[in-house]
């Protein structure tokens, strides 16, 4: 069955009764990108395959396959149109390396190491389900940012571990410090000191 683009736009938007479309993935470099669309058969209420895919960003038709269609993948992705959720950011990838350093206790300088980076922007690449190249450099963040990111997640767990110790402060003399990265270089360090009061034979 051929379909014109105009009848699948009305489609779309409801705008004819009783038929119904719907949007299927695709497989390919563009499935980050587009959905192709079908639609319902009146008579058997299955649906059909169109010629035509949406852009899951901007709503826009084309026909499949078409010079246009990539065109536009490429012009939607440069405006940053992708919507930002679906685009790997900046603090994304800081997040997930401040998680890696946090879970592995990995001295930080390996952010300086070439080929970890070079790792990184490797991995970065794949998986984009699309040939628009990223600027993976532009999106690895420094050792400093990670630092600074691994810190305010530390904080967080400060709080927590000074809960936790409360009832030891409470009943016993004890005081603690804890520290990130001031005197050991990239470890938390707890530091306690406690007085215990014991009783001689003598009542001393
Ligand atoms: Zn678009």
Request: charged share 30%.
């Amino acid at each position: 069955m051929e379909f014109t683009k105009e009848y699948v736009g009305k489609v779309l938007n409801g705008e004819v009764e009783s038929v119904r479309a719907r949007k299927v993935e695709i497989i390919g470099k563009m499935a980050s990108i587009f959905k192709k669309i079908e639609i319902e058969d009146v008579g058997s209420s299955k649906f059909v395959a169109t010629n035509f895919v949406i852009c899951v960003n901007c709503n826009k038709i084309y026909a499949e396959g078409g010079g246009k269609m990539r065109k536009h993948a490429a012009m939607c992705r440069n405006k940053e149109a992708v919507s930002k959720s679906a685009a790997t950011t900046k603090a994304d990838v800081t997040e997930a390396l401040a998680k890696y350093f946090a879970r592995s206790a990995k001295p930080l300088n390996f952010l300086e190491c070439s080929e970890f980076r070079k790792l990184c922007e490797d991995l970065l690449t794949l998986g984009q389900g699309t040939s628009l190249e990223i600027d993976s450099k532009s999106i690895m963040p420094s050792r400093k940012t990670v630092k600074h990111r691994l810190m305010e997640g530390l904080e967080l767990e400060i709080e927590n571990i000074k809960k936790m110790l409360e009832p030891a402060v409470k009943s016993i003399s004890i005081s603690f410090m804890l520290d990130f990265g001031k005197c050991h270089d990239n470890f938390l360090a707890i530091k306690c000191s406690y007085l215990m009061e014991h009783t001689n034979e003598n009542g001393t």
